[in-house]
């Protein structure tokens, strides 16, 4: 008999692929976050599960999973929402995603250090809108990242 692999929440089609040549995949068809009971009814009987960060991963959960749960597959950097010791106790293994982050968050700060630089919110705020001048500066045009 396959291996029973439950999906929290949608995850690309890819890794879905990858899961299937290891057993039989159940996706949640909800594209929320489900509620602890939902959660619960979904992962009982399965050997592995790929949770995502919202999904808490306590003592009953994992009791809902039952006695053959061999894996908790995290996808998030962390794993604050697992309970790992108990988890550990029990003999499954937890993994999650380190670095699934990495260029996302730099892509972000990038655009935090233009933001500011540029004092983009400063003259999205101002009323009237601001009109530039190519003569005089404006305070509002804020800095180039080169000067």
């Known amino acids: 008999m396959a291996a029973r692999i439950v999906v929290t929440r949608a995850i690309p089609e890819p890794a879905l692929e990858r899961l299937r040549e290891a057993g ?49 597959a995290n996808v998030a950097v962390g794993y604050d929402n697992i309970d790992v010791v108990t988890a550990t106790e029990l003999g499954i293994a937890v993994c999650n995603t380190p670095g699934v982050l990495d260029e996302t968050t730099a892509d972000l ?37 080169n000067s």
Not at 31 to 54: K, Q
Not at 112 to 121: G, H, I, K, V
């Open 24 to 72: 039989e995949v159940e996706v949640s068809g909800a594209d929320r976050a489900l509620e602890p009971d939902e959660l619960h009814a979904l992962v009982a009987g399965a050997e592995g599960v790929v949770t995502m960060l919202h999904d808490r991963v306590d003592g009953a959960f994992l009791d809902a999973a039952g006695p053959q749960l061999r894996v908790v």
């Open 109 to 145: 700060a990038f655009f935090l250090m233009l933001a500011a630089a540029r004092r983009t919110s400063d003259a999205e705020a101002d009323e009237p809108p601001i009109r530039f001048n190519l003569v005089h500066r404006n305070p509002a045009e804020g800095l180039s990242l």
